[in-house]
């Protein structure tokens, strides 16, 4: 494809998927280049150079995120959603959440995230600094939530990569890790049971417990926290 029929939206658009398909560390000019059937020099006339390309990818995810409505639904039920939103949308793009290590994301499918998100604290009362540390809060939550998904796609990627089986190397690590958990007491109960199948998933419905119980918190605390 010439370089006068690229367009950056193009680029940007096989930039996630590359992303999606090869990880945070397969994404390289050269084979960005091949799947838009152009010459890599061609994608320079869009984007300064990787580092900008990948700051464009990653704000191109944040408009999949659906905005909920506080006034429709209130606004625990509207955190709530936007906060699932997020998680679904790491979910998607692991590599996402391992550049956020390194690199400062913002543009305009971030701010729109976030100021709607503010908008829904304040909808629920929270004033000034509030709204900002309950949005903190829950996207730091989400954030950490979703790192251990990340960490084992970028795990076996590169497993796969180096020729070795990945799926064989986590079960072997998996049984070394439950053969130590079971010198410790509380582990041992859980592998005796149900768990021991899956000693390394967290329990069913983890994400949302823990959402609850932050949302609890955060609307518990709004009167007592200056704003």
Same mark, same amino acid.
């Given at each position: 494809?010439?370089?006068?029929?690229?367009?950056?939206?193009?680029?940007?658009?096989?930039?996630?998927?590359?992303?999606? =398909?090869?990880?945070?560390?397969?994404?390289?000019?050269?084979?960005?280049?091949?799947?838009?059937?152009?010459?890599?020099?061609?994608?320079?006339?869009?984007?300064?150079?990787? =580092? #900008?390309?990948?700051?464009?990818? %990653?704000?191109?995810?944040?408009?999949?995120?659906?905005?909920?409505?506080?006034? $429709?639904?209130?606004?625990?039920?509207?955190?709530?959603?936007?906060?699932?939103?997020?998680?679904?949308?790491?979910?998607?793009?692991?590599?996402?959440?391992?550049?956020?290590?390194?690199?400062?994301?913002?543009?305009?499918?971030?701010?729109?995230? #976030?100021?709607?998100?503010?908008?829904?604290?304040?909808?629920?009362?929270?004033?000034?600094?509030?709204? #900002?540390?309950?949005?903190?809060?829950?996207?730091?939550?989400?954030?950490?939530?979703?790192? %251990?998904?990340?960490?084992?796609?970028?795990?076996?990627?590169?497993?796969?990569?180096?020729?070795? =089986?990945?799926?064989?190397?986590?079960?072997?690590?998996?049984?070394?890790?439950?053969?130590? $958990?079971?010198?410790?007491?509380?582990?041992?109960?859980?592998?005796?049971?149900?768990?021991?199948?899956?000693? $390394? %998933?967290?329990?069913?419905?983890?994400?949302?417990?823990?959402?609850?119980?932050?949302?609890?918190?955060?609307?518990? %605390?709004?009167? =007592?926290?200056?704003?």
């Amino acid at each position: 494809m010439p370089r006068d029929s690229l367009t950056r939206e193009q680029i940007v658009r096989t930039a996630v998927e590359l992303l999606d =398909d090869e990880g945070l560390d397969g994404l390289n000019m050269r084979d960005l280049g091949k799947r838009l059937n152009a010459a890599a020099t061609a994608v320079y006339w869009h984007v300064k150079n990787k =580092d #900008d390309l990948l700051l464009l990818a %990653g704000d191109r995810v944040w408009d999949e995120i659906g905005l909920a409505d506080p006034d $429709a639904l209130g606004w625990r039920e509207a955190a709530a959603a936007n906060a699932a939103g997020l998680h679904a949308m790491f979910g998607r793009h692991p590599w996402l959440v391992q550049a956020f290590g390194s690199h400062l994301f913002y543009g305009e499918g971030k701010a729109r995230y #976030d100021d709607h998100c503010l908008a829904v604290y304040e909808a629920g009362g929270f004033t000034g600094a509030q709204a #900002d540390r309950a949005a903190a809060a829950v996207f730091t939550y989400v954030l950490g939530n979703v790192l %251990g998904a990340s960490a084992t796609a970028s795990l076996t990627r590169r497993l796969t990569r180096g020729g070795k =089986d990945a799926a064989a190397v986590m079960r072997d690590t998996m049984e070394r890790a439950t053969e130590i $958990a079971t010198r410790f007491p509380r582990l041992r109960a859980r592998l005796d049971g149900p768990a021991a199948a899956d000693y $390394a %998933g967290a329990p069913a419905e983890t994400f949302e417990h823990g959402l609850r119980a932050l949302l609890n918190g955060l609307e518990a %605390g709004r009167a =007592d926290v200056p704003s």
